[in-house]
């Protein structure tokens, strides 16, 4: 069974940093970050292909949030700094099998297997 695991989430106040970890079961083309706020859609926030690490943000957290892997620890980070309140979402980890003709994937049908999900707060 394929496993997406996220952790380290929490409540950080406006400023602060996170840091996310997914850990995963297998190998994927590549790993995405979304996250959701209440009564919002999931939106793309990160994504690294699998091989040679790759990345591409959203434009709301670029300059802010890094994403990166370890190969040898089947896990994917997301470094978060200079948190804003409206960054405040459940963070969801997700993972692509198929390879594509692109290396960024940035819609949740892209992706194949998704986490429960990590709660982010940040107050103001």
């Known amino acids: 069974q394929v496993q997406l695991v996220e952790s380290g989430g929490g409540l950080v106040q406006a400023g602060g940093s996170l840091r996310l970890s997914c850990a995963t079961s297998?190998?994927?083309?590549?790993l995405g970050w979304f996250r959701q706020a209440p009564g919002k859609e999931r939106e793309f926030v990160a994504t690294?292909?699998?091989?040679?690490?790759?990345?591409y943000l959203a434009d709301s957290v670029r300059g802010r949030f890094t994403i990166s892997g370890d190969n040898a620890k089947n896990t994917m980070y997301l470094q978060m700094n200079s948190l804003k309140p409206e960054d405040t979402a459940v963070y969801y980890c997700?993972?692509?099998?198929?390879?594509?003709?692109?290396?960024?994937?940035?819609?949740?049908?892209?992706?194949?297997?998704w986490g429960q999900g990590t709660q982010v707060t940040v107050s103001s």
């Open positions: 297998r190998t994927f083309s590549s």
């Open positions: 690294i292909t699998w091989a040679d690490e790759r990345t």
């Open positions: 997700a993972g692509r099998r198929r390879v594509g003709s692109t290396y960024y994937y940035t819609s949740v049908p892209d992706y194949d297997y």
